[in-house]
């Protein structure tokens, strides 16, 4: 009987790695670019043409802030699955006739 795959286990496994810890940071370090983005661009009361493109910074590092680190995780985690899906199935003999 073959084994139960079982998908969170890989994710907690993964976060026990190298790869893992390193992936945590770059998605810290998304969120405080983007945070550090949105605080600067903060909406204040200037000219119309500098004030519209000022609130489409911001909102898109508003936006970015939450997105961006979520995207480097999910990246992270399935890109770590699919190398060990790779690695258990070279690692099986094909079966005889």
């Known amino acids: 009987m073959a084994r139960k795959q079982i998908r969170?286990?890989?994710?907690?496994?993964?976060?026990?790695?190298?790869r893992?810890?390193?992936t945590v940071f770059w998605a810290a370090m998304a969120?405080?670019?983007?945070?550090?983005?949105a605080l600067i661009t903060?909406?204040?009361g200037s000219t119309v043409?500098?004030?519209?493109?000022?609130?489409?910074?911001?909102?898109?590092?508003v936006l970015c802030r939450f997105v961006l680190p979520c995207a480097v995780m999910l990246t992270g985690s399935v890109t770590y699955?699919?190398?060990?899906?790779?690695?258990?199935a070279s690692n099986t003999r094909p079966r005889s006739l």
Request: net charge negative; with cysteine; charged share 20%.
């Open 8 to 18: 969170l286990d890989d994710v907690l496994e993964f976060s026990a790695t190298p």
């Open 20 to 22: 893992g810890r390193a």
């Open 31 to 37: 969120f405080a670019a983007c945070h550090l983005v």
């Open 42 to 44: 903060e909406p204040s």
């Open 49 to 61: 043409p500098d004030a519209l493109q000022q609130q489409l910074i911001h909102f898109s590092a």
């Open 81 to 88: 699955i699919a190398s060990k899906l790779r690695k258990s």
